[in-house]
């Protein structure tokens, strides 16, 4: 990408794919000035590249402002998939500002030849699609919890990057501390160590979160798998 010194791009962030965007801008538009907003939710993100801005907009109008404020000259959104309120304020801003807006949010991911998937549409619906008993792989944030809570039958395994700051409302479970597994082998370690039979997790996309869904796949495990909305 040329260089063009009086730019400055703000990234709507909190994913994997915005650092590196962050990394790859910075290096390519030494001049620009590169700001990567982060909504805070994750108590120590990942390093970022170029300037780093934390915490709510106060919705589209707030976005607005601040892109007029700061002068943005390209809008990012490099969102999660299922950051669904960001994406659309990106939008409304883009069009209050007149600001050029890059989308860069992930593809879902595609089921392969082997994949053993429960489609559903919401979090209810998965956990009503768990059979009794089941030893789950729960890979979501601590806010999509508590809708499992009804399933005293269950023993869930929750993977989280940081310790809740309440313990978790689920009546049997064990707390796995830490990011994703970077390969199938070390997703199948912890699906085999904890005698998963079932993950629920989302149609995030992105490979950062592919590889237990690839472990899934080799070990024969059924996953029930939230689609995002149409
Ligand atoms: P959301 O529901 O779309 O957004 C809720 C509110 O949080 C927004 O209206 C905005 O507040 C603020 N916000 C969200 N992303 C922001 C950002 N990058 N910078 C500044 N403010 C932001 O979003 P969410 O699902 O809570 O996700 C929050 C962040 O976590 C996103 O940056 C997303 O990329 C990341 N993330 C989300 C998920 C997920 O599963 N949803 C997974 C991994 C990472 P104001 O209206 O006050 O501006």
Not at 109 to 128: H, M, N, S
Not at 175 to 180: A, F, I
Request: glycine content about 8%; charged content about 25%; some cysteine.
């Amino acid at each position: 990408m040329p260089d063009k010194t009086n730019e400055t791009i703000l990234i709507l962030g909190g994913t994997r794919e915005a650092t590196e965007l962050a990394r790859d801008l910075v290096s390519a538009n030494p001049g620009a000035r590169i700001i990567t907003s982060l909504a805070g939710r994750t108590k120590e993100p990942a390093p970022l590249a170029g300037e780093v801005r934390t915490g709510g907009f106060g919705g589209a109008e707030g976005l607005a402002d601040y892109i007029r404020a700061n002068g943005v000259t390209r809008l990012i959104d490099a969102t999660h998939p299922f950051a669904r309120q960001i994406s659309l304020n990106a939008v409304e801003a883009a069009r209050i500002t007149g600001v050029a807006l890059d989308i860069r949010t992930r593809n879902p991911w595609a089921r392969e030849p082997g994949d053993d998937w429960i489609e559903v549409e919401t979090l209810e619906a998965a956990r009503d699609a768990i059979p009794p008993r089941a030893r789950v792989l729960l890979a979501l944030g601590s806010q999509h919890i508590g809708v499992f809570a009804s399933r005293e039958d269950v023993h869930f395994v929750v993977r989280m990057i940081d310790r809740p700051e309440t313990p978790l409302d689920l009546h049997d479970h064990a707390l796995v501390l830490g990011r994703p597994g970077d390969t199938a082998a070390v997703e199948a370690m912890l699906l085999v160590a904890h005698s998963i039979t079932h993950i629920v997790c989302r149609n995030s996309g992105g490979p950062a979160a592919y590889a237990k869904i690839e472990a899934a796949r080799q070990l024969g495990l059924p996953v029930i798998m939230v689609s995002r909305l149409k």
